[in-house]
């Protein structure tokens, strides 16, 4: 009976896991799609309590995945502090928690069933591949974060003594100044903070012309990284 | 009879089939620039006809070329249900449309004169290269837009929970955040729609630092498969 | 004689070539620095009679080089027709034209000397490389640049259609909707015109999915390019 | 004894090396902190005191560090004009200005403590990895340095030349709109300044369409340098 069950939850090969693997794949998405619907504004009654009985229904049926998958699982403790172990259970919690105690505070934690979709990245081919090149690229992309954490900070502290002066109510600490740091750097540039100053942009320049490089650099390296694993995929199955 | 119009039709090696080729090319870039002046404002009577007269004498060609290449096919139903075959349809079918039926509503087929632009990729040396990229890189391209998709999501549920109190009228809801998402995903950064709050700025800061990457990494992949193409197509012709 | 010169002007290896390298690059930037500070308003009179001067003497001795140039040059003609021939002319030529004429409306052409610039990228190490790499790719950037015409059309043409009867004045037609899409899918989003209307938005967002990374390839493409052009520059040596 | 302690300073394999350079990064994080904390508005004269004491103590501790790693180097000389102990120096050196001269002018100086930042990088494995791909890139990186600032310079010239009568006051000259070039090139786009005549645009989307790959190329070229790197180092590992 267990073996069955495994069979159908943790095998997507065998047709029955793959009718159930699809199920629970368009059971997220509609879920989904109903909390996107619940945040309109003007939704009348009845629409509110058809989602809410849709959430009840999905909720349920997550429980029942949840419940499913420790069941079948060799080892339940291994599955339940996995990635995907703490997903499944993010996606479900909320509600539980709403239920027990009925404060409005709590009603933050629905933002949690967004979660949900998450679980849909399990489903797709090229994802081992991606966990190689991960693990290729982990020390370079780590350093990459250390440099750009470190040169937003610099950025941040180089504006804020230029700027501060200028536009005391915009670059009024470091701290404040990091919000222009990061919007900068990533080239997003809102236009709701800029240096007015010519020791500002003269800053700016600098701070662009070896910034943006540094930003975009992790983004390349996991490109070529995704390459690399490619190539190993191919050679592993040649050797075969 | 049949062979020699395929021969001027259907291949461009031959001298006639260049002539062909340049003629219909030429033609497309016309009717596409004619498309674009008749949507100026304040074109004199004389000028509304010119172009239309133009117009009218693409489509005749057109139909005419859609008809022979029907003709000359060796598998008529591949031709048209294949990529061009759809496109060529497209890029006259709006106007039988119009003529038939003289609504206004149906005016706004116009807009698919110009899936003709689409014609002219049929035209370059490195096509080739980029279909076997495309099928190298197909898989991981997928597994990007749904990351990217579940990403904008995340991305929409968390600012429109920080800031939708803020700016009731900016993000009313998940799909109205959606737009802000997209924006700042992309580095676009119009400056109509960003966060104010405290907790929207450090959200924000965190999607971008992830997400910027995830936005890029498709581009970078292609680019790559590009390379790769061009070394498989090397090796083939020293093979040759 | 006019091989001493040669060896002078066309050897930069030899230690007078050296020199005579120098000395021209470092009057390029001072020419370029005089051009700038021409531009600034208030200047004194003092200040614009220097410059004059200067800008003088600069045309003097550009004129110089570009007449030895063409005497020491074994194939004079290849040389005037030759890239860099053709910006050293550029370089001088509106000055003289200047000198014959001297209307207002020939000043324009004074901006003709910042192709000055262009002459430094000669004395690059890497450049080598730059043309090897170019030649690699030449095939796929021209696909890319058929493309990304061809996209920036349709998406002018799409976001004419969604956002002309909501902003005429922005979105007046096909050719002032492609100012959106150039500043759009480049990402640069200065925020000066934007979709409002829901359809508008939402053709965006695929736009932007597709487009970013079209108009990023090119780049991926030219620096995968450089990496094997330094590869069979490094198989090269090795083989010598 | 000194061999002792420099098995502790430079030797950061060793245990207690190990304790040290944990001790040394907790601090400049600390330092890093109260330096934020003390530019934001309205502190209490008590956190004034707190943050002020702990920069004495950061600074001695500092001190004792740098004169510790120039007694145990083998070649103080080389320390001190590296480019850690350069930023050792910088780092520390401010605070004793200050305390020498109590001008508010020397106050700027503080602004030096944020290269603290940068000793932080020093403790990355990828780092190693990281110098040989900036060996390998150097000739182009430098090329691509040079040729962005010759379309910078261009690029602000020949907008100045467009837009300087329509709106004067923003392209006052080449030099203020060189601000435009960066952030139009970089595609940050705050959306301060943009050109809003034909000609002027139709210049933008041509910069655009060639400067936003040779922005971005750089980026392209570290990362697939930092992939050779790796693999050299993956080689330099099988044949030990």
Same mark, same amino acid.
């Given at each position: 009976?267990r073996?069955?069950l495994?069979?159908?939850?943790?095998?997507n090969?065998?047709? #029955?896991? #793959?009718?159930?693997? $699809?199920? !629970?794949?368009?059971? !997220?998405?509609?879920?989904?799609?109903?909390?996107?619907?619940e945040?309109l504004?003007?939704?009348?009654v009845k629409?509110?309590n058809?989602?809410?009985n849709?959430?009840? %229904?999905?909720? *349920?049926?997550?429980s *029942?995945?949840y419940?499913l998958?420790?069941?079948?699982? #060799?080892n339940?403790?291994?599955y339940i502090?996995?990635? $995907?172990?703490m %997903?499944?259970? &993010?996606?479900?919690?909320?509600? $539980?928690?709403q239920?027990?105690y009925?404060?409005?505070a709590?009603?933050?934690?629905?933002?949690?069933?967004?979660?949900?979709a998450?679980? &849909?990245?399990?489903?797709?081919?090229a994802?081992n591949r991606?966990?190689?090149?991960?693990?290729?690229? #982990?020390?370079e992309?780590?350093?990459?974060?250390?440099?750009?954490?470190i040169?937003?900070f !610099?950025?941040?502290s180089?504006?804020?003594?230029?700027e501060?002066k200028?536009?005391?109510e915009?670059f009024?600490?470091?701290?404040?100044?990091? +919000? +222009?740091?990061?919007?900068t750097?990533?080239?997003?540039?809102?236009?709701d903070?800029?240096?007015i100053?010519i020791?500002?942009?003269i800053?700016?320049?600098f %701070?662009l012309?070896?910034?943006?490089?540094?930003v975009?650099?992790p983004?390349g390296l996991?490109?070529?990284a995704?390459?690399k694993?490619r190539?190993?995929?191919?050679?592993?199955?040649k050797?075969?």
């Amino acid at each position: 009976m267990r073996e069955k069950l495994r069979s159908i939850i943790e095998d997507n090969t065998s047709k #029955k896991g #793959k009718v159930f693997d $699809y199920f !629970i794949q368009v059971l !997220i998405f509609l879920s989904l799609t109903a909390f996107t619907i619940e945040t309109l504004p003007n939704n009348s009654v009845k629409t509110i309590n058809i989602l809410k009985n849709f959430e009840l %229904i999905c909720v *349920i049926i997550f429980s *029942i995945e949840y419940v499913l998958r420790i069941f079948v699982s #060799k080892n339940p403790f291994k599955y339940i502090f996995s990635f $995907y172990g703490m %997903i499944d259970f &993010l996606a479900i919690f909320p509600f $539980y928690l709403q239920g027990a105690y009925d404060l409005k505070a709590l009603r933050a934690f629905r933002i949690f069933r967004v979660f949900r979709a998450l679980k &849909l990245i399990r489903y797709n081919k090229a994802l081992n591949r991606f966990h190689i090149a991960a693990n290729i690229v #982990k020390e370079e992309v780590i350093l990459f974060l250390v440099i750009t954490s470190i040169f937003i900070f !610099i950025a941040s502290s180089g504006i804020y003594f230029f700027e501060n002066k200028a536009q005391p109510e915009i670059f009024t600490s470091v701290i404040h100044s990091g +919000w +222009w740091a990061v919007v900068t750097l990533t080239t997003v540039g809102y236009g709701d903070v800029y240096p007015i100053t010519i020791g500002g942009k003269i800053f700016t320049f600098f %701070i662009l012309l070896i910034g943006v490089g540094i930003v975009t650099i992790p983004a390349g390296l996991v490109a070529s990284a995704l390459s690399k694993a490619r190539e190993i995929e191919e050679d592993n199955d040649k050797n075969k």
